[in-house]
């Protein structure tokens, strides 16, 4: 029996464990952890195997299809890339370029062809109709980054390995395994800290996996955390507790004293109001992250997706800043990568450089925010959106109204997909180009080495080849580009452009590489299949900071109103309010058709506090019907303390229940999705990001009529 040992980097979420893979006989035999891997140490999750089944996986589309009077029929590569083209660009001649409009998933980032190559694909179609999954649970982060440093990617990231106080608020990285924090084994990190006599806060409405193994945990009303995190800076500023350290130089005090007027409302005693939280444990967890040495605080999707979270981050970057644990040793801090994605100084910010055309809703770094691609599609009039291009996405489970996005992607006079399945989404393609994924391309995470709480380098040789005649990620961008191209452009042009149609992912990655921070070239990576360890996080803001003033703008003039507003805010108490929450085994809406990744207990229910559930007369297990103002989803209760009393927790990700999909063992746990609640019209004013956590909806008995 022929066997070998394959090393590859996991690329199914933001913690790039490496994997050491076996193949006897051309069939993965075993996935483990890599024990030699420089980051990873032989840590991996679950979903690791699960990149077996979606390599063997008989659902999945391998070659190209075109739906004809209702049925799906084969075409080949060449054919289907001119036919997408002609379609494309004769509805941009009709109707203009903003008639077609492009969604990115999640996947996107997850994938090196696609991270290298659809960014100019994107660039061909000349729309600004343009969306992504980032718009759904990330973009705060993104728009304080932009304005604070310089550059939408320039996150801080929590220097957990060296932290001795971490406060994590609206995240459960035990299960994201990290979120705009890409680090393996958390839960091994987490006991390190408490190891070396640190202490771990949580703050969430909901008792979480990782509050499990927290030493405190704090419960919040969900969509209130802006109340806390701006009293946590009035008190640093009170206290006179504010530390610049080494940043000092490049922060300008008439900012802090500009900040000390705006927060002066956003007391204590308004938090515990807003909050819920007990006044005495505000001020213990307040002295606690003030007085220890190193200390960093550490928000995600409850704090990114509520109707402030543009604001939130914004004042975590701030909190972090004032008292001295930022760009510092266990503080928040930035990343030296190999390939550095946040390296170009912008002379203007990349937000409302355009709105979209019904609501008035900004752009940011491109991109208007996916909530609106509702009303750009049903909406009728000039620039109205009649034919769609989705990658690696499935907006219909993972973007709010997810009903009504069904309902829009069905009126498209054109939709192509590009996509491993027919699932809810690329039912309604006329199109469906499915790329070789997973363990059959060569990766290297450009965005989450960007993103990682130690600064490491791997790549990734493909695993296991492709189906004959199969087409990688970047073919199809590529394929796709040059045939719009050739209909849009002059033959000088595209002369031009000759070179780049010849490019691949390693030849691009290679130049990234050469113009990045080490030196190390594809070669030096290819000879150290278990990766190459860079070191942990440094200090070099100072060094490297993008903003045209080199200083960090610590009170962007963005934010301003919203400070100014929030105290005549008043939240309705009558209503239960919805948040969300994740699985290891699931990954969104990726995993569901692997069966190992579905078995066992149901988990899609709707956790509830027992009180609660007494006074609705409810019992563990019964079916229950949620409803808000656009939908209703009935699914069974779980009666748990770990919630909040008044909040309720569906899962995301869920709702494979839709006619036309190709996924079987999806459809046999299908759930609901918790986006059908959603109203895309609900925003953070500042961002125009759809809200999705915090949502006032009803419960009762009973299954929906």
Same mark, same amino acid.
């Given at each position: 029996m022929?066997?070998?040992i394959?090393?590859r980097?996991?690329?199914?979420?933001?913690a790039?464990?490496?994997?050491?893979?076996?193949?006897?006989?051309?069939v993965v035999?075993?996935?483990?952890?890599d024990?030699?891997?420089?980051?990873?140490?032989?840590?991996?999750?679950p979903?690791?195997?699960?990149?077996?089944?979606?390599?063997?996986?008989p659902?999945?589309?391998?070659?190209?299809?075109?739906?004809?009077?209702?049925?799906?029929?084969?075409?080949?590569?060449e054919?289907a890339?001119?036919?997408v083209a002609?379609?494309l660009?004769?509805?941009?001649k009709?109707h203009?370029?903003?008639?077609?409009?492009?969604?990115?998933?999640?996947?996107?980032?997850?994938?090196?062809?696609?991270?290298?190559?659809?960014?100019n694909f994107v660039?061909s179609?000349?729309?600004?109709?343009r969306?992504?999954?980032?718009s759904v649970?990330q973009l705060?982060h993104?728009?304080?980054?932009e304005?604070?440093?310089?550059?939408m990617n320039?996150?801080?990231?929590?220097?957990?390995?060296?932290t001795?106080?971490w406060v994590i608020?609206?995240g459960?990285p035990i299960i994201?395994?990290g979120?705009l924090m890409?680090a393996p084994?958390?839960?091994?990190?987490?006991?390190?800290?408490?190891?070396?006599?640190?202490?771990?806060i949580?703050?969430?409405?909901?008792?979480?996996?990782?509050?499990?193994?927290a030493?405190?945990?704090?419960?919040?009303r969900?969509?209130?955390?802006?109340?806390?995190?701006?009293?946590v800076?009035r008190e640093?500023?009170a206290?006179d507790?504010?530390?610049?350290?080494h940043?000092?130089d490049?922060?300008?005090?008439?900012?802090?004293e500009q900040?000390?007027?705006?927060?002066?409302?956003?007391?204590?005693?308004?938090?515990?109001?807003?909050? #819920?939280i007990?006044? $005495?444990? +505000?001020?213990?967890?307040?002295? @606690?992250?003030i007085s *220890?040495?190193?200390?960093?605080?550490?928000g995600?999707l409850g704090?990114?997706?509520n109707?402030?979270g543009?604001?939130?981050?914004?004042?975590?970057?701030?909190?972090?800043?004032?008292t001295g644990?930022?760009?510092?040793?266990?503080?928040?801090m930035?990343?030296?990568?190999a390939?550095d994605?946040?390296n170009?100084k912008?002379?203007?910010?990349k937000?409302?450089?355009?709105q979209s055309?019904?609501?008035g809703?900004p752009?940011?770094?491109?991109?208007?925010?996916s #909530?609106v691609m509702? $009303?750009e +599609?049903?909406?009728?009039?000039e @620039?109205?959106?009649? *034919?769609?291009?989705?990658?690696?996405?499935?907006?219909v489970?993972?973007?709010p109204n997810?009903?009504k996005?069904?309902e829009?992607?069905?009126s498209?006079?054109?939709?192509?997909?590009?996509?491993?399945y027919l699932n809810?989404t690329t039912?309604?393609a006329?199109?469906?180009?499915?790329?070789?994924?997973g363990?059959e391309?060569?990766?290297?995470?450009v965005?989450?080495?960007?993103l990682?709480?130690?600064?490491t380098a791997?790549?990734?040789?493909p695993?296991m080849p492709?189906?004959?005649?199969a087409?990688y990620?970047?073919?199809?961008?590529?394929?796709l580009?040059q045939a719009i191209?050739?209909?849009?452009?002059?033959?000088?042009?595209?002369?031009k452009k000759?070179?780049?149609?010849?490019m691949?992912?390693?030849?691009?990655l290679n130049?990234g590489?050469s113009?990045?921070?080490t030196?190390?070239?594809?070669?030096?990576?290819?000879?150290?299949?278990?990766g190459?360890?860079?070191?942990?996080l440094?200090?070099?803001?100072?060094?490297?900071?993008?903003t045209?003033s080199?200083?960090?703008?610590?009170?962007p003039?963005?934010?301003?109103?919203?400070?100014?507003?929030?105290?005549?805010?008043?939240?309705?108490?009558d209503?239960?309010?919805?948040i969300?929450?994740?699985?290891?085994?699931?990954?969104?809406?990726w995993?569901?058709?692997s069966?190992r990744?579905?078995?066992g207990?149901?988990?899609?229910?709707?956790l509830?506090?027992?009180?609660d559930?007494?006074?609705l007369a409810l019992s563990?297990?019964?079916?229950?019907?949620?409803s808000?103002?656009?939908?209703?989803?009935?699914l069974p209760?779980?009666?748990s303390d770990?919630?909040?009393?008044g909040?309720?927790s569906?899962?995301?990700?869920?709702?494979?229940?839709?006619?036309?999909?190709?996924?079987?063992v999806a459809?046999?746990?299908?759930?609901v999705?918790?986006?059908d609640?959603i109203?895309?019209k609900?925003?953070?004013t500042?961002?125009?990001?759809?809200?999705?956590?915090?949502?006032p909806?009803?419960?009762?008995?009973?299954?929906a009529?």
């Amino acid at each position: 029996m022929a066997e070998e040992i394959k090393y590859r980097t996991c690329n199914l979420c933001e913690a790039i464990c490496g994997l050491e893979i076996t193949v006897e006989d051309g069939v993965v035999s075993k996935i483990r952890g890599d024990k030699e891997d420089v980051f990873s140490k032989g840590h991996i999750c679950p979903k690791a195997v699960a990149l077996k089944d979606l390599y063997e996986d008989p659902d999945r589309l391998r070659y190209p299809l075109r739906k004809v009077d209702g049925k799906w029929e084969r075409m080949e590569w060449e054919d289907a890339f001119e036919y997408v083209a002609d379609r494309l660009v004769s509805i941009q001649k009709q109707h203009g370029d903003n008639a077609v409009g492009i969604y990115q998933g999640n996947p996107s980032i997850h994938n090196l062809g696609t991270t290298l190559f659809s960014p100019n694909f994107v660039r061909s179609l000349k729309t600004t109709n343009r969306f992504s999954a980032t718009s759904v649970d990330q973009l705060g982060h993104h728009l304080a980054a932009e304005f604070m440093f310089g550059h939408m990617n320039k996150i801080p990231v929590p220097d957990i390995d060296r932290t001795d106080f971490w406060v994590i608020m609206g995240g459960n990285p035990i299960i994201s395994n990290g979120s705009l924090m890409t680090a393996p084994d958390v839960s091994g990190r987490l006991k390190a800290i408490q190891t070396r006599g640190g202490k771990v806060i949580t703050i969430d409405p909901r008792r979480t996996e990782t509050a499990e193994r927290a030493d405190e945990h704090v419960f919040i009303r969900p969509g209130s955390d802006v109340y806390l995190l701006l009293a946590v800076i009035r008190e640093i500023i009170a206290r006179d507790e504010i530390r610049l350290g080494h940043l000092a130089d490049i922060i300008d005090t008439a900012q802090i004293e500009q900040i000390r007027e705006l927060v002066d409302p956003y007391t204590v005693d308004l938090a515990v109001a807003k909050t #819920g939280i007990p006044k $005495e444990t +505000i001020d213990s967890l307040i002295t @606690g992250y003030i007085s *220890a040495k190193r200390a960093v605080w550490y928000g995600r999707l409850g704090v990114s997706a509520n109707r402030y979270g543009g604001l939130c981050h914004w004042a975590i970057n701030t909190l972090n800043i004032l008292t001295g644990h930022f760009d510092t040793e266990g503080g928040a801090m930035f990343t030296s990568p190999a390939v550095d994605i946040a390296n170009r100084k912008s002379r203007t910010p990349k937000f409302n450089r355009w709105q979209s055309r019904v609501s008035g809703l900004p752009e940011t770094g491109g991109e208007l925010p996916s #909530g609106v691609m509702v $009303e750009e +599609i049903l909406t009728p009039g000039e @620039g109205q959106i009649r *034919a769609m291009v989705t990658s690696c996405g499935n907006p219909v489970l993972s973007v709010p109204n997810g009903n009504k996005l069904d309902e829009a992607f069905d009126s498209l006079e054109f939709m192509v997909s590009i996509d491993i399945y027919l699932n809810e989404t690329t039912r309604h393609a006329d199109v469906i180009l499915p790329p070789a994924t997973g363990l059959e391309v060569p990766h290297y995470p450009v965005a989450f080495h960007n993103l990682a709480v130690r600064n490491t380098a791997n790549f990734s040789e493909p695993t296991m080849p492709k189906a004959e005649g199969a087409r990688y990620d970047y073919e199809i961008f590529l394929g796709l580009q040059q045939a719009i191209e050739k209909r849009t452009l002059s033959e000088e042009e595209i002369e031009k452009k000759a070179t780049y149609y010849q490019m691949n992912p390693e030849l691009l990655l290679n130049m990234g590489l050469s113009a990045g921070n080490t030196g190390a070239d594809l070669s030096q990576l290819k000879a150290n299949p278990h990766g190459i360890d860079l070191g942990p996080l440094r200090s070099n803001l100072k060094e490297k900071i993008l903003t045209n003033s080199g200083k960090i703008d610590l009170m962007p003039s963005i934010y301003i109103d919203q400070l100014q507003s929030l105290t005549q805010i008043e939240e309705d108490q009558d209503t239960y309010l919805l948040i969300g929450r994740r699985h290891l085994r699931s990954n969104n809406s990726w995993l569901h058709n692997s069966q190992r990744m579905v078995k066992g207990p149901v988990r899609c229910t709707a956790l509830l506090h027992p009180d609660d559930a007494q006074t609705l007369a409810l019992s563990d297990g019964e079916t229950i019907t949620v409803s808000s103002d656009v939908g209703q989803v009935s699914l069974p209760v779980e009666i748990s303390d770990e919630m909040m009393p008044g909040t309720v927790s569906i899962p995301h990700g869920w709702g494979h229940h839709r006619d036309g999909i190709q996924m079987s063992v999806a459809k046999a746990h299908a759930g609901v999705s918790m986006n059908d609640l959603i109203d895309n019209k609900i925003v953070d004013t500042l961002s125009g990001v759809s809200v999705i956590s915090g949502i006032p909806v009803q419960i009762s008995a009973g299954s929906a009529a």
